[in-house]
């Protein structure tokens, strides 16, 4: 198990998928799926190919989740090597991907192969949910797939979502939810006028500048066991017509709030509309969810997942709730519960992305770990 991790995460690494091009990964995978028993199914919309391979058909369902599409690399003469020619210098795997997420995927493959070949009878099932689109807009992978088994009412029990989750040591972290994204688009409405002329005109900028002191201070929750209070920041600010001597007819303010199971999308919505009320603003408001919270508790996955971790490592993983969102987001709304596990992230997005080759072993056996608890 552990020398095929390596050799499938350089298959993947060396072919150039960027993102939302999968570049034949999961045609590769698919194969080696098919020879194991897997059912295959594509579900694709638009330029993204898409993955659902399941292997039986009782409960309960285990799926490993991810992507095989990888970012831009940036410029190529600031690489030490080439980033789709997996390289290994002092214990480290080099080249896109390698950490996020091809490593993970390798590994999910490593471990369900031996798994199999020692349970091919085992109880429940097994799955994959493999997008070319995580790393792009998001609209036509993995949210796709789970319209279409919703639609059909397939559900998952448990999810394990192959995203870099550690952060100075193996297996130091893995993510059991993450916050919900509510973007906010707000139009402050004033009077255009000559700037000599104040009483003529209304401006936006002054009339608005007290409601977001209060919306800056406002405490939106205080979070809960695993997730920090709700967050809320403004992103860009815009007004005036570039005139010196012009009174603005409107300013624009675009504003975040990172949210946490504690508080609701209507309950955030209404308080910001309660408090530009309050201060009397003529205004228009659009919003935009851009990821729901999602939370598994301990208990079930994450104590099998926690439990796999201590064996391959000796460590103790915290539970987090950090970072930004993943497609664990969309697999939320049809499995009862989903976690991220997977390499350490100091390097991903970066110029020289690299994974380490015990990191990927270990991996593996972290995953062929999980399976042994859920199903047997």
């Not at 091009?21 to 020879?35: F, R, T, Y």
């Not at 330029?47 to 991810?66: E, K, Q």
């Not at 007004?239 to 949210?259: E, K, L």
């Not at 100091?346 to 608890?373: M, P, T």
Request: net charge negative; with cysteine.
């Amino acid at each position: 198990m552990t020398s095929k991790v390596l050799d499938y995460t350089r298959e993947l690494i060396a072919r150039r998928s960027l993102t939302p091009d999968d570049a034949g990964c999961q045609g590769w995978l698919a194969e080696k799926l098919a020879k194991l028993g897997f059912s295959i199914e594509a579900i694709n919309s638009g330029d993204v190919v898409n993955l659902w391979a399941r292997r039986g058909n009782s409960a309960p369902l285990l799926c490993f989740a991810g992507h095989t599409d990888v970012v831009p690399t940036g410029p190529l003469e600031q690489w030490t090597s080439d980033p789709f020619v997996p390289t290994e210098r002092e214990g480290q795997l080099y080249g896109r991907g390698a950490a996020d997420m091809k490593g993970s995927i390798a590994a999910f493959l490593a471990a369900v192969e031996d798994y199999l070949a020692a349970h091919p009878d085992h109880s429940g099932s097994i799955a994959w949910l493999i997008t070319s689109d995580e790393e792009g807009p998001a609209v036509d992978g993995t949210v796709k797939v789970v319209e279409h088994l919703a639609a059909r009412n397939e559900l998952i029990d448990c999810c394990i979502v192959g995203e870099p989750t550690c952060v100075s040591q193996f297996g130091d972290m893995m993510k059991n939810g993450r916050r919900g994204s509510l973007h906010g688009r707000l139009r402050v409405n004033g009077i255009q006028a000559h700037i000599a002329y104040p009483l003529l005109g209304k401006n936006p900028i002054h009339l608005v500048a007290p409601a977001i002191a209060e919306l800056a201070a406002t405490g939106w929750d205080e979070g809960n066991e695993y997730f920090p209070p709700t967050t809320w920041q403004i992103s860009n600010m815009h007004s005036g017509t570039g005139a010196m001597n012009v009174i603005p007819g409107h300013a624009d303010i675009a504003f975040n709030f990172r949210f946490s199971t504690a508080s609701t999308v209507s309950s955030l919505q209404q308080r910001v509309c309660d408090i530009l009320d309050k201060h009397g603003l003529n205004y228009d408001l659009d919003w935009e969810l851009g990821a729901k919270p999602f939370l598994t508790p301990r208990g079930g996955l994450v104590d099998a997942l926690s439990a796999s971790i201590q064996e391959v490592t000796g460590i103790s993983p915290q539970l987090s709730t950090t970072g930004g969102t993943s497609d664990g987001r969309f697999i939320a709304d049809i499995a009862r519960e989903v976690v991220e596990f997977g390499p350490i992230n100091a390097s991903i997005h970066k110029i020289d992305e690299n994974v380490g080759v015990e990191e990927l072993q270990q991996l593996a056996r972290v995953y062929r770990g999980v399976l042994a608890r859920v199903l047997d």
